[in-house]
């Protein structure tokens, strides 16, 4: 329906609110400025088509002017959300990290504490070892 319209120009303004408001986009049909922007097709349009055409018939439609800093509104919301979002994922990421570092020196830890152990028991083991042969050689020394 409203396909025989295009915007003639866009330009991307980084600032909140642009020190020289841009031209309105001029209708190809109508060679009149887009004055209005329709909330249901999500295009601007020009008061002739509006009225005229009816090409956009039981659509709301606002001025571009508020649709603007409407989505100006929108995506400074988005991008504030966004940002409180990155940083619960960054708290959330140095989280995790610090429990992997705590992990890690607790694995070593119980590394440690096996070796230790083992060490503790070879030790024991070889004494036993050595006092079974002992008495061993003290049995068949004695018949």
């Known amino acids: 329906m409203m396909s025989k319209h295009t915007l003639t120009h866009i330009s991307a303004n980084k600032q909140d609110e ?3 408001p841009l031209p309105a986009p001029i209708c190809e049909l109508h060679g009149k400025e887009m004055e209005f922007y329709d909330l249901e097709s999500c295009i601007p349009v020009c008061a002739h ?3 005229k055409e ?3 018939q039981g659509h709301k439609n606002i001025s571009l002017e508020v649709a603007a800093k409407e989505a ?3 995506s400074n919301s988005s991008l504030a ?3 409180s979002h990155t940083d619960k ?3 959330a990421g140095d989280h995790i990290a610090s429990c992997i ?3 890690n020196s607790t694995l070593e830890s119980v590394k440690h504490h ?3 152990s083992f060490q503790r028991l070879q030790t024991a083991l070889d004494q036993r070892r050595v006092e079974m042969l002992h008495q061993a050689d003290n049995f068949t020394n004695i018949q």
């Open 72 to 74: 100006r509104n929108t």
């Open 101 to 103: 570092q705590e992990s």
């Open 18 to 20: 642009p020190s020289d």
């Open 49 to 51: 088509c509006i009225l």
């Open 81 to 83: 959300q966004l940002k």
């Open 89 to 91: 994922i960054e708290a």
């Open 114 to 116: 096996i070796n230790s």
């Open 54 to 56: 009816g090409l956009n």
